[in-house]
């Protein structure tokens, strides 16, 4: 071969005693194929095959199978955000005609993508109580195709009743599925207790150091998971193998992530409950949270994300307070190394008055516990204290 041509092709190399406990990242878009008849073929290559570098690379296949083996599934689909998990379950099971629940706390665009988008094309959609368990069945008509739901609940941290949702859906031969991002398959697994889908934002604790956007859609069933490739492939939807490297490392710590974030969410959670008017913290741990019974039933743990309430006599106070925080940085997104802080306000369809003001989401990472609670000290003095007209009048 001439000069240009040995540009481009590559020596053969022996891996012949070549072991590594890393996972190589894969890159491709062109999947080269044997013979013109194995390439006329590509398509009877079955759920694990290769065809396209879009559609899955060994990396890909990987990070696959290890969320698989934690969810309890059969296979697992890779999407390029957690949002995208929820919208590609959605897309690909509801039709024109029909319609979908999802509880009042679910992840907030989740409403905004039934409103917006899946409304104007024939789509409906009912929002839920998320407490209301077996009593799901009388939201159900023969419109109902797919119960969401979300435990716990987006930033007010309520635990739903899964099984008694899974019971009701039965019944009535509807699908379900669940976002469990919050408490990753190593806290919960939605599979096991009946769900259709479970779905995580890996963008969370698998990803784990805030620089990964990814979802992941687990299934016990393979003709879902053909359903959800037919989706992806048709709109043009894959993930990068660079991404998918960064997802394998950040799973292999995320077993001690989650139980040293856990284990302090918990513990200041407990002390913040324990110096603040009652009903403020929002943590499933806590026995007066909404479905603690139900989290102590169905969970293996708690993550480290929860929130605490701000009453209204703190809210003028609080950005000083959190501007000046040292360990903790202020930002969305959770379930990383660094620990956040993330005033959110939170606006409900079902009972408009719960929740109306600010709530502090509050996401515990990897730094020194003595150094996140002195940032944490003055806003829980703040929340605590009588009201700062009350004191000064
Ligand atoms: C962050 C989050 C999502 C969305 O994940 P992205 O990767 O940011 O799109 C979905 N569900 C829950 C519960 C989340 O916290």
């Not at 040995?6 to 005693?17: D, I, Q």
């Not at 292999?252 to 284990?263: I, K, P, Y």
Request: hydrophobic share 45%.
């Amino acid at each position: 071969m001439r000069d240009k041509t040995l540009c481009v092709k590559r020596p053969e190399v022996s891996h012949e005693g070549f072991a590594s406990l890393a996972i190589p990242t894969y890159r491709a878009s062109t999947i080269v194929f044997d013979s013109a008849v194995d390439y006329a073929n590509r398509k009877y290559r079955g759920p694990d095959g290769y065809t396209y570098g879009l559609h899955g690379t060994p990396t890909s296949r990987a990070l696959e199978g290890s969320i698989t083996a934690l969810e309890q599934g059969l296979r697992t689909v890779l999407v390029p955000s957690g949002q995208a998990a929820i919208t590609i379950v959605f897309l690909t099971v509801l039709m024109p005609g029909d319609s979908v629940l999802i509880p009042d706390t679910a992840y907030p665009p989740v409403a905004g993508f039934c409103e917006n988008y899946l409304k104007p094309r024939g789509i409906a959609y009912r929002i839920y109580d998320p407490m209301i368990g077996a009593g799901i069945d009388e939201l159900i008509d023969e419109t109902v195709k797919l119960i969401w739901t979300e435990s716990p609940g987006s930033t007010t941290m309520e635990i739903q009743d899964i099984p008694a949702i899974v019971a009701a859906a039965k019944a009535h031969g509807i699908l379900t599925g669940c976002d469990n991002t919050w408490a990753t398959p190593m806290y919960f697994k939605p599979l096991a207790h009946g769900m259709d889908f479970s779905s995580m934002a890996l963008t969370k604790y698998v990803g784990g150091h805030s620089d990964l956007l990814m979802g992941s859609i687990a299934i016990k069933d393979i003709d879902l998971h053909r359903r959800l490739k037919d989706t992806m492939r048709m709109i043009g939807l894959g993930v990068s193998p660079d991404d998918c490297a960064l997802a394998l490392r950040g799973m292999e710590t995320m077993g001690v992530r989650l139980a040293h974030s856990g284990r302090v969410a918990i513990e200041f959670a407990k002390r913040i409950e324990s110096r603040v008017a009652p009903g403020l913290v929002l943590h499933p741990a806590l026995p007066a949270a909404p479905g603690h019974d139900v989290w102590k039933r169905d969970f293996a743990g708690a993550s480290g994300v929860f929130s605490v309430v701000i009453p209204a006599h703190a809210e003028e106070a609080l950005p000083d307070l959190l501007t000046a925080a040292k360990a903790f940085s202020i930002g969305a997104s959770w379930g990383g190394t660094h620990s956040l802080l993330a005033p959110m306000t939170i606006s409900r369809a079902i009972d408009e008055n719960a929740h109306a003001g600010s709530i502090l989401r509050i996401s515990i990472g990897l730094e020194d516990e003595d150094d996140l609670w002195a940032d944490l000290e003055p806003i829980v003095d703040l929340v605590a204290s009588e009201s700062v007209i009350a004191k000064t009048a």
